[in-house]
């Protein structure tokens, strides 16, 4: 959420054959780089990594005939802002109903930034047991990282300003698919 | 929409929003807990101090657990051996306890209302653990928890609360509670443990009544909570004896026959088989007093995780 | 002493017991009324006062109080008690017995009076307790404490448990006739009760009393009052239920008297659980400075006893001045000590009662003078020629705010701070001597003038 600042522009980036092109690819890609789907689980960060780890899923279904578990991660308990918010977040809830113990686990989220929230998912994911691996997937990385943390899977890399925002869309959620940068009258903050 | 109030003091002030936000964070915290390492790191570097005025392990302990399994440290101050003893004065107890840094204060006090005064003495968030006979909000929070968990509703359901309303927290913390949430709510004990005026409570609307017979007040209901029966009470004028307390006010099979067949019993704890409860009932398919125990750090994790906000500054600042 | 002639000019004068409410001057003269009459002229050499506009009336008398001297002088003294009581327009002030040691013999008889000589600015009249040391057993003895210069006896603050007692304090008491006072509440049913027992007491989980505890007592009392033709005055009532049954004791005759306190007028018992409104005067659920005992009760309660000072079956108004220490107040609501600091908001409230109609001015003069001083057979409370010049000069209208941080009481203990009023002493004169002057101290008088 972007609290009090205006839009001046918004310029549409993909489209919703562009996603499910890139996801596409991701999935092949998953499989290639894992040499099959059978140690394989999914994990959608909360909100819009969900419908993406969903999707993925779906497709690796088509070529390889087995989905891959996949479950929900929210990180609202590991963040490292809490101290700095006026009243906590609402937490959604996590439900990764299988065993991660020597899986390999691609983590999905919508947007790659500042790295922040996959830290604090990767400090969760830990407390669910010892993967083999966690490998990270997501649609768009914006740049401008914080920590050291980088992307297996990108469906697009996406050089942004400070002051702009990508806005992701996915139908699930928001009714239809698609990604798009406005530009903001003040720099971004992400929270 | 984060929750309206700023401590946990009793029910009365929470809407429904309220309380519907701290079960729904309930869900998640549960789910933390079922994990094979059941904790966040959430609370990571602050400190909630615990003070209990009273003995109480069970509330103490899940109070505990609950601030542990979400990160924070936990100071522990009970009345024996400290300067509680000594009569310090609990305005001052409190400045202290701030003073060395607390960032939310638990308190358990006999004297209703001292939850009140800790609210008005100190600048962090205060969680009332227990009062005197006047609220118990995280016991209610929990047993709305349990039986919204079980049941999948609380609009419309029919509880029915046994023993010694007077003199209970509980059962007036559970009023407010769910008659927020729309349940119909039946009070039963003996005539001089059930005072009139507890139909009253504002807001609630005709969702309260009272009836002394037992055998009548629990046709139909959802759920049947039973009180401890304090010995106290017992050696007092209030009651003449533990066995016609039992005779009439027990929940026992051949009640419950009476209630809905997949209706629940409930208990608060610490349990009095044979004179509020029998065995066979507080451990029997009907029972979900083992949950509420378990449901209570989950609830109570919800709670202070809410009532955690970050700084004034941010508070001010946005 | 030889002070000069003092002339009080146009203001107008109230003084029931003379049946006087007219525009008029009073002259006092050597500490005495020397005149009272419409177009006195001005003496040579006398001060005169321009009160044009004001009004007059005899120095209050309170009926009782608790000036906490010997024993509690952190709560209170003799001197700043009589100092805060003059503040609030009174002259004349009985104190109650529960002091330390208690006032059951003569040496803390005289101790007070001396106190009293050194320091008050008011007169100030001690009760002594009936039972020694207020154990509610052995009788005092009252021949010697008459002598010494009581004007009465009561245990209050605690209930006189046995009726066997009181039987035999009232028939003791005709001997030197003076009034048993007693704190009316049946021991057993207020055994650890903090408050009015009620919807308010239900809510908050406290524990409380019935207004019967007060009624079942009252009952007892008056009828022993009947049986043994001793005079008895029954302190603060609080229940409405308690009206009938005094009414019915002086219908038969029996020599009963009984006050009412400002807070019992005009607070219920929801204060206990917060007040919202105004905001200056929020008070936090289980306030404790909302805790008195006996406590305050409903809106019923309120309109018969109200109804009853009206039509004078009350016979009086006493503030039940009772200072605490801060310490003493912010504490758990059952471990504060009861009692509100009064003496300083109690005219102003009373005649808050006078703007709603409750009752005329003339009719709170009379139960705040020669009413009360009637009940301890006190020759106060009248400005008759040759009575000591104890004056009040009062503006009915004058808009205040109750700041308790301006108190001259030690005790800050009260349910009225950050309300508005409506009325209050401007100047209290005792014996030919202004003792308090509105326009001298402004800054010291409990509250910020023109809200």
Not at chain 1, 102 to 120: E, I, M, P, S, Y
Not at chain 2, 43 to 50: C, D, K, M, S, W
Not at chain 2, 203 to 218: H, K, Q, R, S
Not at chain 2, 311 to 317: I, R
Request: aromatic letters at 4%; glycine letters at 8%; a negative charge.
């Amino acid at each position: 959420m972007l609290r009090g600042s205006v839009r001046l522009n918004r310029r549409q980036i993909m489209d919703a054959a562009d996603m499910r092109r890139a996801l596409t690819r991701i999935a092949h890609e998953i499989v290639e780089q894992n040499s099959g789907a059978e140690r394989l689980v999914l994990i959608g960060m909360h909100t819009r990594g969900v419908p993406l780890a969903r999707r993925v899923a779906a497709i690796i279904d088509e070529f390889e005939a087995t989905t891959p578990p996949v479950g929900e991660l929210d990180i609202t308990l590991y963040r490292d802002d809490l101290g700095m918010q006026a009243r906590p977040p609402a937490v959604s809830p996590t439900n990764i109903p299988f065993p991660i113990e020597a899986k390999n686990v691609v983590l999905f989220d919508d947007v790659l930034f500042t790295g922040r929230t996959v830290r604090a998912a990767l400090d969760a994911l830990i407390d669910f047991g010892r993967p083999r691996t966690i490998q990270l997937g997501v649609m768009i990385d914006r740049g401008h990282r914080e920590l050291p943390i980088r992307a297996d899977y990108v469906g697009k890399n996406l050089p942004t300003a400070r002051n702009e925002d990508v806005e992701l869309r996915v139908q699930e959620i928001d009714g239809a698919d698609s990604v798009a940068v406005a530009t903001l009258d003040r720099p971004y903050r992400e929270d | 929409m984060p929750l309206s109030q700023r401590n946990l003091l009793d029910l009365d002030e929470f809407g429904r929003d309220d309380i519907g936000l701290i079960l729904d964070t309930g869900v998640s915290m549960a789910e933390i807990l079922s994990r094979q390492i059941p904790r966040v790191p959430t609370l990571r570097g602050t400190t909630i101090a615990n003070l209990f005025y009273e003995a109480s392990t069970r509330t103490r302990v899940s109070f505990e657990l609950a601030a542990r399994s979400l990160g924070a440290d936990v100071v522990n101050v009970t009345a024996s051996g400290s300067s509680i003893e000594k009569g310090e004065s609990l305005v001052d107890t409190l400045r202290t306890v701030q003073a060395l840094g607390a960032d939310m204060v638990v308190i358990r006090h006999r004297d209703a209302g001292a939850p009140y005064l800790a609210a008005a003495t100190l600048d962090c968030p205060v969680i009332n653990a227990g009062d005197g006979w006047h609220a118990h909000p995280s016991q209610a929070l929990l047993d709305l928890y349990t039986v919204r968990t079980r049941l999948g509703r609380l609009e419309g359901i029919k509880l029915v609360i046994v023993g010694d309303i007077l003199h209970s927290r509980v059962a007036r913390s559970n009023i407010w509670g769910f008659a927020r949430m729309g349940a119909r709510i039946v009070l039963c004990g003996p005539p001089q443990l059930l005072p009139h005026e507890v139909t009253r409570f504002p807001g609630t609307d005709g969702l309260v009544t009272i009836e002394p017979n037992l055998d009548v007040a629990v046709e139909d209901a959802d759920v049947v909570m039973a009180l401890r029966i304090q010995q106290e009470r017992m050696e007092g004028a209030h009651l003449p004896d533990l066995r016609e307390y039992a005779r009439l006010y027990s929940i026992s099979e051949a009640r419950l026959a009476r209630a809905n067949p997949d209706a629940l019993v409930m208990h608060p704890g610490p349990m009095n088989q044979g004179v509020e409860i029998s065995a066979t009932i507080a451990y029997g398919n009907a029972s979900v007093i083992e949950e509420q125990v378990t449901n209570g750090v989950a609830v109570r994790m919800a709670g202070i995780y809410l009532l955690a906000g970050g700084s004034a500054e941010a508070a001010n600042g946005q | 002493m030889a002070s000069k002639d003092l002339l009080i000019k146009g203001a107008r004068v109230i003084d029931p017991a003379a049946n006087r409410d007219e525009i008029a001057d009073v002259l006092v003269r050597a500490g005495r009324i020397e005149a009272v009459d419409p177009g006195l002229g001005i003496p040579d050499g006398a001060a005169t006062i321009d009160a044009t506009g004001q009004v007059v009336a005899p120095g209050l008398v309170d009926p009782h109080c608790h000036l906490r001297q010997p024993g509690f002088e952190y709560k209170e003294t003799i001197g700043t008690g009589s100092r805060a009581a003059a503040a609030g327009g009174f002259t004349t002030i009985c104190s109650m017995a529960n002091t330390r040691p208690v006032a059951d013999d003569r040496g803390v008889i005289e101790t007070i009076l001396e106190f009293a000589e050194r320091e008050a600015v008011v007169r100030v009249l001690p009760l002594a307790s009936v039972t020694m040391g207020m154990q509610g057993r052995q009788l005092v003895q009252m021949g010697e404490l008459v002598d010494a210069g009581v004007i009465g006896f009561s245990d209050d603050g605690i209930p006189l448990p046995g009726a066997d007692t009181m039987r035999t304090a009232l028939e003791y008491a005709t001997r030197f006739d003076r009034p048993i006072a007693n704190h009316a509440e049946d021991p057993s049913l207020i055994a650890g009760a903090t408050m009015h027992e009620g919807l308010t007491s239900t809510r908050l989980g406290l524990p409380a009393a019935p207004r019967q505890a007060e009624e079942i007592m009252i009952s007892r009392d008056v009828l022993l009052s009947e049986l043994t033709g001793g005079r008895y005055h029954a302190l603060h009532l609080s229940s409405g239920g308690s009206v009938e049954l005094i009414q019915r004791a002086k219908e038969r005759g029996a020599p009963v008297t009984a006050e009412v306190t400002p807070h019992h007028l005009t607070l219920t018992d929801a204060i206990v659980g917060g007040r919202e409104e105004p905001a200056a005067a929020r008070l936090g659920p289980y306030d404790a400075n909302t805790k008195v005992n006996p406590p305050l009760r409903e809106p019923a309660d309120l309109d018969l006893l109200r109804a009853a000072l009206a039509s004078g079956v009350i016979d009086c108004v006493g503030t039940d001045h009772a200072p605490h220490a801060r310490h003493e107040k912010e504490v758990e609501f059952a471990r504060a000590d009861s009692g509100f600091s009064l003496f300083e908001t109690a005219f102003a409230t009373m005649l808050g009662l006078v703007h709603t109609g409750v009752l005329d001015l003339p009719a709170l003069i009379e139960r705040m003078t020669v009413a009360p001083a009637r009940v301890y057979n006190l020759p106060h409370g009248t400005l008759r020629p040759g009575a000591p010049a104890d004056i009040v000069i009062f503006d009915p209208e004058l808009e205040w705010v109750v700041d308790r941080e301006r108190f001259l009481s030690k005790g800050h203990n009260t349910p009225y701070h950050g309300l508005p009023m409506k009325g209050r002493a401007l100047r209290t004169i005792f014996g030919g001597e202004t003792v308090f002057d509105l326009a001298a101290t402004p800054a010291a008088t409990g509250g910020s003038v023109g809200a």
